[in-house]
């Protein structure tokens, strides 16, 4: 599964509305809440393309993304998750 997409057949079969998280990610931006998205089957890290030590599995890697990006963050006061799937396994995790 890529990152942002609930369902790949609901996006072939009926649209990439319906089957990914574009419409809760332009109703998060139409109120000015920064968005993250995140990729726990990604182990690379997004901007130095290097591999993420210690990120061998999508617990690890969650972890990872919320000490390094999310946790330094400090200027939020709300803090609204949606996790799909797995991503309540890695959610737990943190």
Known sequence: MRAGVWARSVCINES??????LPLIKAAQEKNLAVLVMNPNLHRDPKSKELIPFCHSMESHSLFVWEKYVKPAKHFTNLYIVAHSAGGACLASI
Not at 16 to 21: L, P
Request: proline content about 0%; cysteine-free.
């Open 16 to 21: 990439i509305e319906k089957g990914s998280m």
